[in-house]
C-alpha cells in the first residue's frame, strides 16, 4: 500500500470514527444527525431564515424543513414569519433548545479535547494546514463524476 493509500484509508476511517462518536453523543440527547449544528448555528444566528440555515448546512432547503419540523415537534425551536417577507421563515431557538444546545456544544468540546489530547500546538496547526489544503482541494470538485471517472467500474 502507497502513502497516498495508507492516507485515504486513514481519513476513512477517522471520519467513520468521527462521525459514530458524534452520532451517538446527539443520540445521547435525543437529536437526529445534523440538529445539533443547526443549534449551534442558531445561538449565533438567532432568526435565520430556513435558507440560510439550509446553506450553512449544506443541505436542501426541503432537507432543512423535514429537520426542522423535528426540530419543532420536539420542542427545541419555533418559526415565525419573516415581518417583512411573509414567505420567508424565521428560525428561533426555544429555552430547551438553548438548554440542549448548551449541553451538546459541552459534550463536542470534550470530545475535541479526548481527540486532540497529545498534540502540541504546532501539530495541530500543522494538522489544520492540511486539512485545510484537503479541503479546498476537494470542494474545488463540484462534480461527484469528476471525483471518480470510473465509479461504474468499481
Known amino acids: 500500500m502507497n502513502e497516498q493509500e495508507k492516507l485515504r484509508h486513514a481519513l476513512f476511517h477517522m471520519g467513520r470514527l468521527h462521525h459514530r ?26 432568526g435565520a431564515s430556513q435558507v440560510e440555515l439550509a446553506q450553512s448546512a449544506r443541505v436542501r432547503p426541503p432537507t432543512m424543513a423535514v ?59 500543522a494538522f489544520l494546514t492540511l486539512m485545510e489544503k484537503l479541503n479546498r482541494n476537494l470542494a474545488s470538485k463540484n462534480d461527484q463524476e469528476e471525483l471518480c471517472e470510473n465509479c461504474s467500474d468499481i
Request: hydrophobic share 40%; with cysteine.
Open 21 to 46: 462518536w458524534m452520532h451517538g453523543l446527539a443520540e445521547k440527547f435525543g437529536l437526529y444527525p445534523g440538529q445539533p449544528q443547526i443549534l449551534h448555528s442558531l445561538m449565533h444566528r438567532e
Open 67 to 125: 429537520m426542522l419540523r423535528r426540530m419543532e415537534a420536539a420542542g427545541l425551536i419555533c418559526r415565525r414569519g419573516d415581518a417583512q417577507d411573509a414567505r420567508i421563515q424565521r428560525v428561533y431557538l426555544t429555552d430547551k433548545g438553548r438548554d440542549v444546545q448548551r449541553k451538546t456544544d459541552e459534550a463536542f468540546e470534550r470530545v475535541g479535547a479526548e481527540m486532540f489530547a497529545g498534540f502540541t500546538d504546532e501539530e495541530l496547526r
